[in-house]
């Protein structure tokens, strides 16, 4: 009997693992079921661009991104049932699977009632909306990091006559060195954004956080969540809510069922590194197909090693900063800015679109920086 595996969500993982599951030539040896609510891939790592109106649009339909053998599901999965092998949808239908893939993804982390978010499409229009309709006051973003930093710069680029204040907890862009930092203020110096760090906003208190802000716009961009979908369904997790996985991408008891992207954590220290964002779920989703091969072939399993080249941070239309990495994500003493900074951040957003519809036409050839020092090593304590 032909195996069954299913893919929870359509985002960068997800997409990747469904394609790379699929024959490069020939009828596949297991069906694929991919699983999403809605019949479109969604760009998040341009929404910033969407939401401040520079880029008309980030949506690209399923069937351009995906092998022809792939079979989708518009709906929303609504449990897992891992003893009896069963996910039931929100339209009431039941699948059975023999492998499941859970790469169910990212969504807007907590926030006050009135302030925007640009984490999903639905939040962008309305920012995008919001800010064409903005003619008073200021707008107040609050989060410092990738995202804040991006829709800031673009904001400040599409809508120069708005008065723009960032806020954040702690320093600005905390994953980059010293040097590239200082670059990135001084470009938000340029494009008149005020600039408040070590400023923490309350989220809960409303009368203190008017106080501190008064009037405007809010776009709160620090942090997402994870959905709660593993939990709910008796699977492990961390205190995210997120799906607990072995460095294998396979989650501890249920040897069928495997995790990728952005809704996973793996159990292993060797795996701090690791950072939401299509950077990793490219990687992750490919490594987990692999292994939900060679797991469907009775072959050892390989633990995923995958590291990062590069940090990009779009800084407005043709301007971005680039930070050079370590394998494990720290910075390097090397950056690089401006208009080629820009260009540079361009070509990466492009190669990712292009990588899934690469996959697509020919499963198996995506391949990523794997480093032999991430991870488990030869000399780790085994698990009790």
Request: net charge neutral; aromatic share 4%; glycine share 10%.
């Amino acid at each position: 009997m032909t195996p069954q595996t299913i893919v929870i969500g359509a985002g960068y993982a997800g997409i990747m693992a469904a394609n790379r599951l699929c024959p490069a030539e020939g009828p596949s040896r297991h069906r694929v079921t991919l699983i999403n609510p809605k019949d479109h891939f969604i760009e998040r790592i341009r929404l910033h661009s969407y939401a401040a109106s520079t880029l008309k649009s980030v949506s690209h339909p399923l069937a351009t991104l995906l092998h022809p053998q792939v079979d989708v599901r518009v709906d929303a999965v609504e449990s897992i049932e891992p003893e009896a092998r069963r996910v039931t949808l929100a339209g009431g239908e039941s699948l059975s699977y023999d492998v499941l893939i859970y790469a169910a993804g990212s969504a807007e982390g907590a926030a006050p009632p009135e302030a925007l978010q640009i984490s999903t499409l639905a939040g962008a229009e309305e920012t995008r909306r919001r800010l064409k309709e903005h003619t008073s006051g200021p707008v107040h973003i609050v989060g410092g990091g990738h995202t804040g930093l991006e829709l800031v710069g673009e904001i400040a680029s599409e809508h120069p006559q708005i008065e723009i204040h960032l806020h954040c907890a702690g320093a600005i862009a905390p994953s980059v060195s010293e040097r590239a930092r200082a670059a990135i203020l001084r470009r938000l110096k340029r494009l008149k954004v005020i600039v408040h760090t070590h400023q923490p906003v309350p989220m809960r208190d409303h009368d203190a956080r008017r106080a501190l802000l008064g009037d405007g716009l809010l776009i709160w961009c620090a942090g997402f969540s994870t959905p709660s979908l593993a939990m709910t369904s008796g699977l492990p997790h961390d205190t995210r809510r997120r799906l607990q996985v072995t460095p294998e991408l396979q989650v501890p008891g249920f040897p069928n069922i495997f995790g990728a992207g952005d809704a996973i954590a793996i159990d292993h220290p060797g795996y701090a590194y690791l950072r939401m964002g299509c950077a990793s779920a490219l990687p992750l989703g490919a490594h987990v197909a692999d292994n939900v091969q060679r797991y469907l072939e009775q072959r050892p399993l390989e633990p995923y090693r995958g590291g990062y080249i590069v940090q990009n941070i779009a800084l407005g239309p043709k301007n971005a900063l680039v930070q050079f990495v370590h394998p494990d994500d720290r910075p390097r003493s090397i950056h690089m800015g401006g208009l080629a900074g820009g260009i540079f951040k361009e070509s990466i957003c492009r190669m990712t679109l292009r990588s899934l519809s690469n996959e697509a036409r020919h499963p198996g050839t995506f391949s990523w920086s794997q480093h032999a020092e991430l991870g488990p090593q030869a000399d780790d304590e085994p698990a009790a």
